[in-house]
């Protein structure tokens, strides 16, 4: 058991192009967890799977937001065309049930 | 919907003080609460939880915290805190979806640590 693993650490894109993020979840958990830290605050939940299924997003969630799951093993955010508002930290968090939560050490994206 | 509410964005203590900072949720209702702590450029770390029961509830790193219905409050304290503390710190309570649950954040505290 490695821990929730994401990739890249660290980001910097410019305005409009598309980005991608990984997440490794614990292999034995199949809930899977995206969520959004903005500077000054507290995460925001954005998706969440359980298996490969994506079964909740949330309102901040914008069309130019994707994530996949797919074969209920890793995960997949993608952003396209980024605006200076999606700089961020993008935390991925895996748990077996319940708030058993494992959260990864995020991805920090800046959008210059 | 659920919210947490934590008043104090900094606080300061000197090396060895007692530490509290103050977390007030809105939730209809029994809470699932927790506390993680949040290193710079890193990832969550829980440090406890309430779901049921004792009021008073163990973590790690020698913090426990306080469950007060009437007050919908869930105070984080330490009776001596370590340089190794200083941190940034988080409420959250759980809330479920129609599928999964998810954890409903407060803006957080951050710790600053004299000596």
């Known amino acids: 058991d490695t821990g929730v693993s994401q990739d890249p650490r660290h980001k910097i894109t410019k305005r409009g192009q598309n980005v991608t993020f990984r997440c490794d979840p614990i292999?034995?958990?199949?809930?899977l967890y995206w969520y959004r830290q903005t500077l000054g605050q507290g995460p925001e939940f954005l998706t969440y799977f359980q298996n490969e299924a994506q079964l909740e997003k949330s309102r901040l969630l914008s069309d130019r937001f994707s994530a996949e799951r797919p074969k209920g093993s890793f995960s997949t955010l993608e952003i396209q065309r980024t605006e200076q508002g999606d700089s961020a930290m993008y935390l991925c968090a895996s748990s077996l049930r319940g708030y058993g939560y494992t959260f990864g050490s995020g991805t920090r994206l800046t959008v210059v | 919907a659920q919210s947490v509410t934590q008043p104090d964005i900094h606080i300061t203590v000197s090396e060895g003080a007692s530490l509290e900072l103050r977390c007030n949720y809105s939730?209809?209702?029994?809470?699932?609460l927790f506390w993680y702590v949040q290193s710079p450029g890193q990832g969550l770390q829980l440090l406890l939880k309430?779901?049921?029961?004792?009021?008073l509830v163990q973590g790690i790193k020698g913090f426990e915290a306080e469950f007060k219905r009437s007050q919908s409050s869930f105070n984080l304290r330490k009776p001596s805190v370590h340089w190794s503390d200083a941190a940034e710190y988080f409420c959250?309570?759980?809330?479920?979806?129609?599928?999964?649950?998810?954890?409903?954040f407060g803006a957080g505290t951050i710790l600053r640590v004299k000596s």
């Open positions: 939730y209809g209702a029994t809470p699932y």
């Open positions: 309430y779901f049921s029961g004792d009021t």
């Open positions: 959250a309570v759980g809330a479920s979806m129609e599928y999964g649950n998810k954890l409903v």
């Open positions: 292999s034995e958990h199949n809930r």
